[in-house]
C-alpha cells in the first residue's frame, strides 16, 4: 500500500513524503531538513532518498540540508550544473533510463518547463503499485498504463487565469509564461481522457496557484472527468 503525505507544495516550497511500506523516499526539497522532520514527525530515519525535478528553489531549496543528512538526491545532469553544486550525494539520472532506491523502480522522463532539464518520475513499487510524479510542466508527451496513484500538477484553470489577467491581476506577458511552464486543468483533464485510468486509486493534484486557480472548480471538474479520489493538499 502507497502511503503520500504532503510536507509542502505552492510557491513557497514543494516536498512529499512516499512510502510503499518498505522504501520510503521524498519527491522534492523545497524545504528545509528541520521542517522535513517536523513534518514527519522526527522519523526520518528509514528514508532512502530525494527525487528532485528541476532547479528552482521551491523545489530544491532544502538541497544541502538533505545532503548533510545523508540522502542521496537524484536529479537530471542539467539540474546539476545549474545548481552549481558539487556533492557525492548528487546522483545524475537520464531521461528514460531507470534506476532503483530500495523497492522502488524509478523512470525519469522529460517535461516541459523553462528550465534546463525538467524530470517526471513514473515508480514502479515490488508491491505493484505504480506512481506518476509529474510538476511544472505544461504537457506529457508520454502516455502511461497501470498507474495507481497520481502526483501531478495543476496549476491554473483557463477561466480564472484569463479573469485575472481582464482585471488587470496578472500581465499578459505572465500569462503567456504561465501557459507554457505549468499544467492548466484543460490539459490536465486531456490527459486524463489519453491514458488509461483504470487501476488509479488516488489523484493528487499538486502546486495550485494563490492567484489563478478556482479549487473548487478544479475538484470538480477532475471527479467528474475521472470518477477518482482527489487530494488537494
Not at 522502488?104 to 517535461?111: H, Q, R
Not at 509564461?177 to 490527459?191: A, G, P
Not at 481522457?193 to 499538486?206: A, M, P, R
Amino acid at each position: 500500500m502507497v502511503e503520500i503525505k504532503t510536507l509542502a507544495t505552492g510557491s513557497k516550497g514543494n516536498c512529499y513524503h512516499i512510502s510503499d511500506g518498505s522504501t520510503q523516499l521524498l519527491l522534492e526539497c523545497g524545504i528545509g531538513f528541520k521542517d522535513i522532520q517536523k513534518g514527519l514527525n522526527f522519523e526520518t530515519s528509514k528514508l532512502k532518498g530525494v527525487l528532485v525535478t528541476h532547479e528552482h528553489k521551491d523545489h530544491c531549496k532544502g538541497l544541502e540540508s538533505v545532503i548533510k543528512r545523508g540522502l542521496n538526491v537524484y536529479m537530471s545532469k542539467g539540474t546539476k550544473e545549474a545548481l552549481t553544486i558539487e556533492n557525492h550525494r548528487i546522483k545524475a539520472v537520464e531521461s528514460k533510463k531507470q534506476f532503483k532506491v530500495g523497492t522502488w523502480t524509478i523512470l525519469p522522463f522529460d517535461v516541459q518547463h523553462d528550465v534546463s532539464e525538467p524530470l517526471g518520475f513514473l515508480l514502479q513499487s515490488e508491491t505493484g503499485a505504480k506512481l506518476l510524479f509529474a510538476t511544472d510542466t505544461y504537457y506529457i508527451k508520454y502516455k502511461f498504463t497501470g498507474l495507481t496513484h497520481l502526483m501531478i500538477e495543476c496549476n491554473y484553470d483557463q477561466q480564472t487565469l484569463d479573469n485575472n489577467v481582464l482585471n488587470g491581476y496578472v500581465y499578459p506577458a505572465m500569462r503567456k509564461r504561465v501557459m507554457k511552464s505549468h499544467f492548466s486543468l484543460e490539459n490536465l483533464l486531456d490527459f486524463f481522457k489519453s491514458n488509461d485510468l483504470t487501476k488509479v486509486q488516488e489523484i493528487w493534484l499538486l502546486h495550485l496557484s494563490d492567484s489563478n486557480s478556482n479549487e473548487e472548480r478544479i475538484r470538480s471538474e477532475v471527479a467528474k472527468s475521472t470518477g477518482k479520489m482527489i487530494y488537494i493538499p
